[in-house]
């Protein structure tokens, strides 16, 4: 079936939250081989798989982004099939809109990214991603960055595989997470 992918705005957060977050780990990127800027993404088995849901971090899920953010100039991306909501994807192109673009302009930053576990690995995420590159070249911005964690194989791997770089892994980067290293990406965006 086919992705369409939509344009919304954020009062679509509601039906965005819908969509889980949720994903099994089994796998990590394995840190000592990692390295910035590899075409490879080394990764290694664990010992006993484990569930991760970003959304149960308090504070973290859609309809709470709105009490710590201002959120109404973000561009929020829809995923359908069959008229049915499968993903979605958040883009944050306004400088002054959040700390981690530290008021620079010409980088965007891919809040989130989701896909409805029975759509995954069908090619929504990739859809997605494309939409959020050209959301953010709309937006005149020359890169694309987007943080996620070396427990996310997953989604790290879509991002290498698109032609995102790994800048940097933080290890311990998340005191609620102290297992969890944070990897950031980016990927500079032709035609801007």
């Known amino acids: 079936m086919k992705v369409e992918i939509r344009r919304e705005d954020y009062r679509s957060l509601a039906a965005y939250a819908s969509i889980p977050s949720s994903f099994q780990v089994a796998e990590v990127v394995d840190l000592p081989l990692a390295r910035s800027?590899?075409?490879?993404?080394?990764?290694?088995?664990?010992?006993?798989?484990?569930?991760?849901?970003?959304?149960?971090?308090?504070?973290?899920?859609?309809?709470?982004?709105?009490?710590?953010?201002?959120?109404?100039?973000?561009?929020?991306?829809?995923?359908?099939?069959?008229?049915?909501?499968?993903?979605?994807?958040?883009?944050?192109?306004?400088?002054?809109?959040?700390?981690?673009?530290?008021?620079?302009?010409?980088?965007?930053?891919?809040?989130?990214?989701?896909?409805?576990?029975?759509?995954?690995?069908?090619?929504?995420?990739?859809?997605?991603?494309?939409?959020?590159e050209d959301a953010a070249r709309s937006a005149d911005c020359r890169a694309l960055d987007v943080e996620t964690q070396d427990i996310n194989v997953t989604a790290c791997r879509l991002y290498s595989e698109c032609g995102y770089t790994l800048l940097a892994i933080i290890p311990d980067a998340y005191p609620d997470a102290p297992h969890e290293a944070k990897l950031l990406w980016s990927k500079q965006l032709a035609g801007v």
């Open 37 to 132: 800027g590899d075409a490879t993404l080394p990764t290694r088995a664990i010992a006993t798989a484990w569930d991760k849901n970003y959304d149960a971090v308090p504070g973290n899920d859609p309809l709470s982004w709105s009490k710590r953010f201002d959120v109404r100039s973000w561009i929020c991306l829809a995923a359908y099939a069959g008229g049915e909501l499968i993903g979605g994807g958040i883009v944050v192109a306004a400088a002054s809109a959040i700390a981690q673009l530290d008021g620079r302009s010409g980088t965007a930053i891919l809040w989130d990214l989701r896909v409805a576990p029975a759509w995954r690995r069908r090619g929504a995420g990739r859809a997605l991603l494309s939409a959020a």
